[in-house]
């Protein structure tokens, strides 16, 4: 009985499976960069919009018993 050998060349194989994991690691890292970028710009625009939503709720609230100079300072922080 004659025992067959098969030699197969999986170099493309691996190539390819190299690659896939170096564009995996690079989706990943774009992603955390994403992730990174929503989180610090959303913070950054929730700081002046408190400021102007306080203010506003304070015009609204107080602004029938307060003078023109204090609507005018709360109306220029908006």
Do not use: C
């Not at 170099?11 to 929503?38: C, G, H, P, W, Y």
């Not at 102007?52 to 609204?60: G, H, V």
């Amino acid at each position: 009985m004659k025992l067959s050998r098969f030699v197969r060349d999986i170099t493309e194989r691996k190539q390819a499976e190299t690659d896939m994991l170096v564009t995996l690691a690079k989706e990943k890292e774009l992603n955390q960069l994403k992730s990174r970028f929503i989180t610090i710009a959303s913070h950054e625009f929730r700081t002046p919009l408190t400021t102007i939503l306080s203010s506003a709720e304070l015009i609204e609230k107080y602004g029938f018993k307060w003078t023109e100079e204090k609507k005018i300072q709360h109306l220029l922080r908006i």
